[in-house]
């Protein structure tokens, strides 16, 4: 067998095989309402046959989101159309997972076919926060740098959401502190400059983070997996770096984190950034090596063969794939079919295997 096709156990939940689906923001919600659109796009890869589903990032407040059209989980009547999607991911064999977020300075945007760039508020936009008061690019808002209280109804808007995941039906849990969003903002000294207790030092800056997985962990059930997306680096000279993203990690397995998403930049504009098939992989492979947490490799991953590679290499332990799964939902399937596996198709299309 195929270790892209081998099952993968983290705790209670086993994957049917090692191929997840990326949080993708679809920017097709009205006030965070998950719709049809969600219920094709996410179970129409459940049917294709990933093994794990993962909702695009999904805010914890109205605040948090990066465009008035994101998916959100801040209040309970989000919950219904949720609950009715994750229950066709499980019932096609996927296990369905959501990512929780909150954008900080790079919220209040517009969505991506609608121009982009900061929404002032004249035309519907709403004031951003930060770790300090340093706007992302020329044109965006400067964002409130948050004080204790603020940073105490962050934690707490990730509490919540995550008890909304778990009555909507979600198995997984990703807190997304990757790609320059509000924690991403806390871990960065870019945009970090803060003389608190949540500035200045590696251990002060990771602290927001820390908090919220802890505060977290008290209402999402120990059986079920939590996964951290980080940026493995800014990309940036004097940014945050693959040497803190390894001991950052290490902390978090201690914390009985399951599995650490390895992504890397986002948080300047103008990196550069030298983008490449697999060219993220050699940071999950170094966390995993130096730290021992499992790992989900992510970054222009297209074929089956240099999935299976990276899986063969002990790079990572399961791939993370995104724009293919645009292309091509049915990326199992033919994955399977390449590499000479014979995988279970559904009933309903078996006919055309």
Same mark, same amino acid.
């Given at each position: 067998?195929?270790?892209?096709?081998?099952?993968?156990?983290?705790?209670?939940?086993?994957?049917?095989?090692?191929?997840?689906?990326?949080?993708?923001?679809?920017?097709?919600?009205?006030?965070?309402?998950?719709? +049809?659109?969600?219920?094709?796009?996410?179970?129409?890869?459940?049917?294709?046959? $990933?093994?794990?589903?993962?909702?695009?990032?999904?805010?914890?407040?109205?605040?948090?989101?990066?465009?008035?059209?994101?998916?959100?989980?801040?209040?309970?009547?989000?919950?219904?159309?949720?609950?009715? !999607?994750?229950?066709?991911?499980?019932?096609?064999?996927?296990?369905?997972?959501?990512?929780?977020?909150?954008?900080?300075?790079?919220?209040?945007?517009?969505?991506?076919?609608?121009?982009?760039?900061?929404?002032?508020?004249?035309?519907?936009?709403?004031?951003?926060?930060?770790?300090?008061?340093?706007?992302?690019?020329?044109?965006?808002?400067?964002?409130?740098?948050?004080?204790?209280?603020?940073?105490?109804?962050?934690?707490?808007?990730?509490?919540?959401?995550?008890?909304?995941?778990?009555?909507?039906?979600?198995? !997984?849990?990703?807190?997304?502190?990757?790609?320059?969003?509000?924690?991403?903002?806390?871990?960065?000294?870019?945009?970090?400059?803060?003389? +608190?207790?949540?500035?200045?030092?590696?251990?002060?800056?990771?602290?927001?983070?820390?908090?919220?997985?802890?505060?977290?962990?008290?209402?999402?059930?120990?059986?079920?997996?939590?996964?951290?997306?980080?940026?493995?680096?800014?990309?940036?000279?004097?940014?945050?770096?693959?040497?803190?993203?390894?001991?950052?990690?290490?902390?978090?397995?201690?914390?009985?984190?399951?599995?650490?998403?390895?992504?890397?930049?986002?948080?300047?504009?103008?990196?550069? #950034?030298?983008?490449?098939?697999?060219?993220?992989?050699?940071? $999950?492979?170094?966390?995993?090596?130096?730290?021992?947490?499992?790992?989900?490799?992510?970054?222009?991953? =297209?074929?089956?063969?240099?999935?299976?590679?990276?899986?063969?290499?002990? +790079?990572?332990? #399961?791939?993370?794939?995104?724009?293919?799964?645009?292309?091509?939902?049915?990326?199992?399937?033919?994955?399977?079919?390449?590499?000479?596996?014979?995988? =279970?198709?559904?009933?309903?299309?078996?006919?055309?295997?």
């Amino acid at each position: 067998m195929p270790l892209l096709f081998s099952p993968f156990t983290i705790k209670y939940i086993t994957l049917k095989n090692r191929i997840v689906v990326s949080p993708m923001c679809q920017y097709s919600s009205v006030d965070g309402f998950a719709n +049809d659109w969600h219920q094709v796009h996410l179970g129409s890869r459940a049917v294709g046959g $990933a093994a794990a589903i993962i909702t695009e990032a999904t805010a914890v407040s109205p605040e948090g989101r990066i465009s008035p059209d994101d998916l959100g989980i801040w209040k309970d009547e989000h919950i219904e159309k949720l609950k009715q !999607i994750t229950t066709f991911i499980k019932a096609q064999g996927s296990v369905a997972a959501i990512q929780l977020a909150h954008a900080g300075r790079k919220a209040s945007t517009r969505s991506e076919w609608k121009g982009g760039g900061n929404i002032p508020s004249a035309e519907g936009g709403w004031q951003t926060v930060s770790a300090s008061a340093i706007a992302f690019n020329e044109g965006y808002t400067v964002p409130l740098a948050l004080d204790k209280q603020d940073i105490e109804k962050v934690i707490k808007d990730f509490v919540n959401a995550a008890q909304r995941a778990l009555h909507a039906g979600f198995d !997984i849990i990703e807190i997304h502190a990757a790609h320059g969003y509000l924690i991403h903002q806390f871990l960065s000294p870019l945009s970090n400059r803060r003389t +608190d207790n949540y500035g200045g030092s590696f251990e002060n800056r990771i602290r927001l983070l820390l908090e919220i997985i802890e505060a977290v962990q008290k209402v999402w059930p120990t059986h079920l997996p939590l996964w951290v997306r980080i940026s493995a680096t800014d990309w940036v000279e004097g940014g945050w770096n693959i040497d803190e993203a390894v001991q950052l990690a290490g902390i978090l397995k201690e914390k009985a984190v399951d599995l650490i998403d390895v992504s890397s930049g986002g948080l300047v504009p103008g990196a550069k #950034i030298p983008v490449a098939p697999a060219y993220q992989v050699p940071f $999950a492979a170094r966390i995993k090596k130096q730290t021992g947490i499992a790992t989900g490799a992510v970054g222009i991953i =297209t074929e089956a063969q240099q999935a299976e590679d990276i899986l063969e290499n002990s +790079d990572a332990d #399961i791939i993370i794939m995104g724009r293919e799964m645009l292309r091509d939902p049915y990326f199992p399937m033919h994955a399977a079919k390449q590499l000479g596996y014979d995988f =279970t198709w559904p009933v309903q299309y078996r006919r055309a295997k």
